[in-house]
């Protein structure tokens, strides 16, 4: 126990300071905020509030947690909502900016597939024209037609018919007739 050490603590007090040594940037704030009240006494009888950084490292001496609302509502270095826009435009976007600049794209696409479609339809006329056959909008305008168009048409869907039917019955037919010569093959093993 010659070293100076009390009953089973492992702690020198002859090298522990008597006095509280305070954090450099504490001691710091302490000197800025006397002067600022020296300064503010003198002019009016009002003290600067402290700054964001001395409240919070005051806090965290207490043993305080965070801020209440009360004194986040209240505290004087709190943005203004004016900055807050201004430094947060993107985020906010109270413009609409992105939804204009997407209508406005969306119409540019809507021109664009206009100006093909003309583009397209004009082609396609100028081929009906020289082919000879009639175009869409003329085969959709069913009373423009002539008596002796609508008759060839109807003759030509006539024969489209005929000839299927033709070609099921000769399908049918052949198949008909493999059965019978099977079965008669059939009958003959037995």
Avoid at 140 to 155: C, F
Avoid at 176 to 182: K, L, N, P, V
């Amino acid at each position: 126990l010659d070293r100076g050490l009390q009953g089973g603590c492992t702690v020198d007090y002859s090298k522990v300071s008597d006095r509280h040594v305070d954090d450099k940037r504490f001691e710091r704030e302490s000197e800025h905020k006397r002067s600022l009240e020296t300064a503010n006494n003198a002019s009016s009888g009002q003290t600067a509030p402290p700054s964001a950084a001395y409240d919070a490292f005051i806090r965290m001496q207490l043993g305080q947690g965070d801020r209440t609302i009360a004194d986040k509502i209240n505290d004087p270095n709190r943005l203004t909502w004016d900055h807050f826009k201004k430094i947060n435009a993107e985020k906010l976007d109270l413009h609409g900016g992105e939804i204009k600049k997407m209508v406005e794209y969306r119409k540019q696409l809507d021109r664009d597939r206009e100006d093909r479609l003309k583009r397209s339809k004009s082609k396609q006329r100028k081929k009906d024209s020289s082919s000879g056959s009639p175009s869409e909008s003329e085969r959709s305008n069913g009373p423009s037609l002539s008596l002796d168009e609508k008759a060839k048409r109807k003759k030509k869907r006539k024969k489209r018919r005929d000839k299927k039917e033709e070609r099921k019955r000769v399908k049918n037919s052949s198949n008909d007739s493999g059965r019978i010569e099977t079965e008669k093959d059939n009958s003959r093993d037995k």
